[in-house]
């Protein structure tokens, strides 16, 4: 049984049923269909405007669905109000109470239901204590630093005991050393606890970081869900291809297909043995970043003149210089084959003019 599924979801705004087509007039979500499963990690990761917010907050019960169901457990809690669905919400924000302490902040929503004061102060200690946040209950919000913030939104979320945990963007206040550090402890605390978490991102190292599955999403609608590992080797179609990955996998024409490969699956002719496809390409420019050497230049020979980008470690030495022609191969088994028209995977193609 799932823990959470939607079945055919549709969410428009502003009374309108907003079709494909008529304008800028787009449904936010467009018949979406996605589980998951007890225990597991969701990421629901697309561009902004991609509806993967809306879709959160209407499993919250935040938005009401135009169409379809949300199922929480065996039952639909379309038209039950958040309280009652069991679920817990951290927002980007954190929603923290600037005047009320640390441990007034996390017994709040356990105040608001009347549990017994005894009780309360021995959850928050408990959920305090998970997120090594203790020494911090008598300190107000203010005094916090973003990391430790974000633990007592989770420990306020985490007292309620919910059946599931929907995380719209936490780590986006943070800087970057710190949101890799928080993405860790996230993914640490998620296993201790094993609560079904459905989180919400635009920045695909999250995703993958942190995800058992990943569901892409792109104007409403599911592109593909599958493990990190599957969405990036695997995309279903040109805009997971293209949104996953950075740089993203190239793509070049080749009749009515499109051959997809991945910048790190392109690389000087001489290194790459068995079968292979061999291109050649000129270097317009280089960069070096973080010990790889990005590449960026022009192929030809398996279809139209096409920008690519190779990305080569640092233990390939080849000597490389812009505005010259060298020999680059990738591995037949690192192709991908999309339909040149709707994007769509297809069957391996001829490679050839």
């Given at each position: 049984?799932?823990?959470?599924?939607?079945?055919?979801?549709?969410?428009?705004?502003?009374?309108?049923?907003?079709?494909?087509?008529s304008?800028?007039?787009?449904?936010a979500?467009?018949?979406?269909d996605?589980a998951?499963?007890?225990?597991e990690?969701?990421?629901l990761?697309g561009?902004?405007?991609c509806?993967?917010t809306?879709l959160?907050?209407t499993?919250?019960?935040l938005?009401?669905?135009?169409?379809?169901?949300?199922?929480?457990?065996?039952?639909?809690?379309?038209g039950?109000?958040?309280r009652?669905?069991?679920?817990?919400?951290?927002?980007?924000?954190?929603?923290?109470?600037p005047?009320?302490?640390?441990?007034d902040?996390?017994?709040?929503?356990?105040?608001a239901?009347k549990?017994?004061k005894?009780?309360?102060?021995k959850?928050?200690?408990?959920?305090?204590?998970?997120?090594?946040?203790?020494?911090?209950?008598?300190?107000?919000p203010?005094?916090l630093?973003?990391?430790?913030?974000?633990?007592v939104?989770l420990?306020?979320?985490?007292?309620r005991?919910?059946?599931?945990?929907l995380?719209d963007e936490?780590l986006s206040?943070?800087d970057a050393?710190?949101r890799?550090?928080a993405r860790?402890?996230?993914?640490r605390?998620?296993?201790?606890?094993?609560?079904?978490?459905?989180?919400?991102t635009h920045?695909?190292a999250e995703a993958?970081?942190?995800?058992?599955?990943?569901?892409?999403?792109?104007?409403?609608?599911?592109r593909?869900?599958g493990?990190?590992?599957?969405?990036?080797?695997?995309?279903?179609?040109?805009?997971v291809?293209?949104?996953i990955?950075?740089?993203?996998?190239?793509?070049?024409?080749n009749?009515?297909?499109?051959?997809?490969?991945?910048p790190?699956?392109?690389?000087?002719a001489?290194?790459?043995?068995?079968?292979r496809?061999?291109m050649?390409?000129?270097?317009?420019r280089?960069?070096?970043?973080?010990?790889?050497r990005?590449?960026?230049?022009?192929?030809?020979?398996?279809?139209a003149?096409t920008?690519?980008?190779?990305?080569?470690?640092?233990?390939?030495?080849?000597?490389?210089?812009?505005?010259e022609?060298?020999?680059?191969?990738v591995?037949?088994d690192?192709?991908?084959f999309?339909?040149?028209?709707?994007?769509?995977?297809?069957?391996?193609?001829?490679?050839?003019?």
């Open positions: 049984m799932s823990a959470v599924e939607v079945r055919g979801l549709v969410k428009t705004f502003d009374g309108h049923v907003r079709r494909r087509g304008g800028d007039q787009v449904r979500l467009d018949g979406v996605l998951a499963a007890a225990g990690y969701l990421v990761l561009p902004s405007g509806g993967k809306t959160l907050r499993i919250a019960g938005e009401q669905p135009t169409g379809g169901e949300v199922l929480i457990g065996d039952q639909v809690v379309n039950l109000p958040p009652v669905r069991q679920v817990a919400m951290v927002f980007q924000s954190y929603a923290l109470y005047h009320k302490t640390v441990l902040n996390i017994v709040f929503p356990l105040k239901e549990t017994p005894a009780e309360r102060e959850k928050a200690r408990w959920s305090a204590g998970l997120l090594g946040i203790e020494p911090l209950l008598g300190r107000k203010r005094q630093s973003g990391g430790e913030r974000q633990r939104a420990a306020r979320a985490l007292v005991d919910p059946a599931v945990f995380l936490p206040n943070l050393k710190m890799a550090s860790d402890e996230l993914r605390f998620q296993e201790r606890i094993g609560t079904t978490t459905i989180y919400v920045d695909q993958m970081g942190l995800g058992d599955r990943i569901a892409v999403l792109e104007r409403g609608r599911v593909q869900v493990t990190p590992v599957e969405v990036y080797d695997d995309p279903a179609d040109t805009f291809a293209t949104f990955g950075s740089p993203p996998m190239n793509l070049v024409r009749g009515g297909a499109l051959v997809g490969f991945r790190e699956h392109l690389l000087p001489e290194i790459v043995s068995g079968e496809v061999t050649p390409l000129r270097v317009d280089m960069e070096y970043l973080s010990g790889d990005h590449v960026y230049g022009t192929v030809t020979g398996i279809g003149e920008r690519v980008i190779a990305r080569l470690p640092a233990t390939v030495t080849v000597p490389l210089e812009p505005g022609t060298h020999g680059f191969s591995a037949e690192r192709l991908r999309f339909d040149a028209e709707a994007g769509t995977r297809t069957d391996p193609v001829r490679i050839g003019p």
